[in-house]
């Protein structure tokens, strides 16, 4: 069959697409056809404009349930027929329309930090710039946050932020509002500024209405509502009012299990199921909490949080003994962190890693793990410097019995806490 499809002329072979096409079409409510089998037919048809239609379709559906590295493809498949339009304007609309479409699923199939990302979101911007005032400057302006801020920049996270959410009260954008006041929280709480953080996020919470903002959830790859409780949890942790994180945090993976977003479902299972269980000491919690999270990631091949899941589940099984398993998958972790410089809250995986190997009795390596927990904390995980350097001061204290190091470790401890 394929070599018969290759001994035909190229006039030859529109023409039989063509006419697939139609028949299609003329059938589609008896026999539904994909979107990318539409897609293909009327790109090797020769119509253009149909088929990056059909593309951008395609990738819509795909990004819907969550089958995000297909999405990727199918709007690629779009992008590279755009140079075929000689109508400009057209171009820059359908062009606009695909890659704000590709933002979602690459933030959702590869690392935040992923280079695709960032020049996917820059194209985006630049797009709005070129362009007649658009919304979908939004989401673009939110990807590139997101890159940043888990890059561990962020000083620049928090200029975003605040630019991201001025506009958004400038221009009416209510939706806009409450995602804002949620970046605005999770980049203060980078910088260790808890107060301010929860009262950011609170005002996040309290403006949202769930019949207007769920509609966000496609547009940014990910539920505002889940995120804000998500972050708020582990928040009120590092404030110190426990009860009140558990609750809040509980209710964010209940709610996002009841959203069925696997993308949305998975912030909650870092933040909550991983770190606030996690230093709460709950050993079989998060073990449960990380499986589910690997889970998670592979059935929907979500890369990013691959790696999150690695270093909980290694934590858990240290925390319950398992020193070299949890040992090796915590170094895998590190590892997937640093190929991607991933910063946001590596750290605190770092000193993870460093208490398990001291209990290995491996003292050198965790001096080592240890202080580049340190070195790494302000970039993006001053929120657990209190738990780092405590961590430290042990390791310290194990290397130097009767050195002034440790005190001062344990000193700087309180001090980061309070």
């Given amino acids: 069959q394929r070599m018969a499809y290759e001994t035909m002329v190229h006039n030859e072979r529109r023409t039989m697409h063509s006419r697939l096409?139609?028949?299609?079409?003329?059938?589609?409510?008896?026999?539904?056809?994909q979107p990318e089998v539409m897609a293909h037919h009327l790109t090797e048809a020769g119509r253009i404009v149909e088929a990056i239609e059909a593309w951008l379709q395609a990738g819509g559906v795909a990004a819907a349930r969550s089958a995000n590295v297909e999405?990727?493809?199918?709007?690629?498949?779009?992008?590279?027929?755009?140079?075929?339009?000689?109508?400009?304007?057209?171009?820059?609309?359908?062009?606009?329309?695909?890659?704000?479409?590709?933002?979602?699923?690459?933030?959702?199939?590869?690392?935040?930090?992923?280079?695709?990302?960032?020049?996917?979101?820059?194209?985006?911007?630049?797009?709005?710039?070129e362009g007649p005032p658009t919304p979908l400057f939004f989401p673009f302006a939110f990807g590139k946050f997101t890159y940043v801020n888990c890059r561990g920049k962020v000083v620049e996270a928090e200029q975003l932020a605040r630019l991201f959410l001025s506009l958004s009260e400038k221009n009416g954008f209510d939706s806009g509002r409450v995602i804002g006041h949620r970046m605005l929280g999770m980049a203060l709480m980078g910088q260790g500024r808890g107060k301010h953080a929860r009262e950011q996020i609170e005002?996040?919470?309290?403006?949202?209405?769930?019949?207007?903002?769920d509609a966000t959830t496609r547009m940014f790859g990910q539920s505002?509502?889940?995120?804000?409780?998500?972050?708020?949890?582990?928040?009120?942790?590092?404030?110190?009012?426990?009860?009140?994180?558990?609750?809040?945090?509980?209710?964010?993976?209940?709610?996002?299990?009841?959203?069925?977003?696997?993308?949305?479902?998975?912030?909650?299972?870092?933040?909550?199921?991983?770190?606030?269980?996690?230093l709460c000491g709950a050993a079989d919690a998060v073990r449960q909490q990380s499986a589910r999270l690997l889970q998670l990631a592979e059935q929907h091949r979500l890369a990013g949080f691959r790696a999150h899941g690695l270093g909980f589940f290694g934590w858990s099984l240290c925390m319950q003994g398992h020193l070299d398993q949890g040992i090796a998958a915590i170094e895998q972790a590190v590892a997937a962190f640093d190929a991607v410089s991933f910063r946001l809250a590596e750290a605190g995986h770092l000193a993870n890693l460093a208490q398990a190997l001291l209990q290995a009795g491996r003292p050198a390596e965790s001096r080592k793990a240890a202080s580049r927990a340190m070195d790494l904390v302000p970039e993006g995980s001053q929120w657990l410097e209190p738990e780092v350097l405590r961590i430290a001061a042990v390791v310290e204290a194990a290397a130097q019995p009767s050195g002034d190091t440790a005190e001062l470790l344990f000193r700087r401890a309180l001090e980061a806490a309070q």
């Fill in 203 to 213: 005002a996040s919470l309290a403006a949202y209405v769930r019949e207007r903002d």
């Fill in 71 to 129: 999405a990727v493809d199918h709007l690629r498949r779009g992008l590279a027929l755009l140079d075929k339009l000689e109508d400009s304007a057209q171009r820059h609309r359908f062009e606009l329309n695909l890659q704000v479409t590709l933002m979602g699923s690459i933030l959702a199939s590869q690392s935040a930090t992923s280079s695709e990302l960032h020049a996917c979101c820059e194209r985006g911007l630049q797009l709005c710039q």
């Fill in 224 to 278: 505002t509502e889940v995120h804000s409780k998500s972050l708020l949890s582990f928040t009120l942790f590092c404030l110190g009012d426990i009860e009140r994180a558990l609750q809040v945090g509980v209710d964010a993976l209940e709610t996002a299990d009841a959203l069925r977003h696997p993308h949305s479902t998975a912030i909650p299972l870092v933040y909550v199921g991983g770190w606030v269980f996690g």
């Fill in 21 to 33: 096409v139609d028949v299609l079409r003329q059938n589609q409510s008896a026999w539904p056809t």
